[in-house]
């Protein structure tokens, strides 16, 4: 069973929104008022980006200190503004240039985290140890990919090199480039776009069971439903594809989303595969509003990084066997 936080009060909400804001300047303002859609739910519809440069685990610097101090804060922040090589990108190897195509996160809107991991429970911050079933599958499937050739077609790469899948969810964490997202609400429903990848999950919220264990996608089977003010969206029937930190075909997510002000939405996720962790683990990040609008990630139209690799591949090969010639004459 999946183990959940309890519902947020409004003292916790305020905390955790200072805890996410760089000064109390820019805490929420005493005369906001929850904006409501038609049917008087929270309305969390537009565009934001959950771009974050707070790791997902605790480096071990910080030992056991959830957050930062004002000095580490703004030390961070100045950090984050330099401009990144494309190496640090996109590897040692580029097929073309971030920083050209305006995918430079250093411009990108973001909101202050004073956390020094994205995780939250445990409390060090860190993934919870792999079980030996999952450490036994991990190895299975490096094996397979080896078997069958790394770079012998386009069935042996990756879900995200092949355009199919990505990190985009759930649960969503910041993506390397075009993190952005795009929420929209109507009477039952719930629709999340997120930008790269450009995926959407359509939320039901009529109470409606899950789909059958036989149905299988790589981003799940979400349910949503309202607790108070807070969206919470129950998601299973993963893939065993999906592979989220080393997760199985049980992978079990639950995400919580708040709007603390007008520019902010407390996101949450707790992550529970009693075939991959010794136990269930949280993370939370804030997520902040941005003007819009978001743009189609085109990914298939002329993909030309998984042509290249796989040519290079070939390029490889044929170097190769021109030196054993070479050397058996």
Excluded at 137 to 144: G, I, L
Excluded at 218 to 235: A, F, I, K
């Amino acid at each position: 069973m999946i183990r959940t936080l309890e519902p947020i009060g409004i003292a916790t909400l305020l905390a955790l929104s200072l805890a996410a804001q760089p000064a109390p300047s820019s805490a929420p303002s005493k005369t906001w008022t929850l904006p409501r859609t038609p049917d008087g739910q929270p309305d969390l519809q537009g565009f934001w980006s959950n771009v974050s440069i707070t790791p997902l685990e605790r480096p071990a610097e910080y030992g056991g200190r959830e957050f930062l101090t004002d000095r580490e804060l703004a030390e961070n922040e100045k950090k984050a503004e330099q401009p990144r090589s494309v190496e640090s990108l996109g590897g040692t190897i580029a097929h073309y240039d971030f920083l050209q195509f305006g995918l430079d996160l250093t411009q990108a809107k973001r909101a202050l985290n004073r956390r020094t991991s994205l995780i939250i429970d445990p409390l060090d911050g860190r993934i919870p140890p792999l079980l030996a079933e999952a450490k036994k599958r991990a190895a299975e499937r490096s094996e397979e990919r080896k078997k069958h050739g790394l770079y012998d077609g386009p069935e042996t790469r990756t879900l995200s090199e092949r355009c199919i899948f990505m990190a985009e969810g759930p649960p969503m964490l910041p993506e390397a480039y075009n993190s952005n997202l795009q929420i929209q609400q109507g009477p039952g429903y719930v629709a999340i776009l997120q930008e790269e990848i450009h995926d959407v999950r359509i939320i039901p919220l009529d109470g409606r069971p899950h789909a059958g264990p036989n149905i299988r996608q790589y981003m799940g089977d979400s349910r949503g439903r309202w607790e108070g003010d807070t969206l919470v969206v129950d998601t299973t029937n993963f893939t065993d594809k999906t592979n989220f930190e080393g997760s199985s075909e049980n992978l079990h997510v639950i995400e919580r989303f708040r709007l603390l002000d007008p520019d902010t939405i407390l996101y949450e996720f707790t992550v529970d595969d009693p075939h991959t962790w010794a136990r269930p683990w949280t993370a939370q990040l804030p997520v902040t509003r941005i003007p819009g609008p978001i743009y189609e990630f085109a990914c298939h139209e002329g993909n030309y990084g998984l042509a290249n690799t796989l040519r290079g591949a070939r390029e490889q090969e044929r170097a190769a066997e021109e030196a054993a010639r070479k050397a058996t004459k």
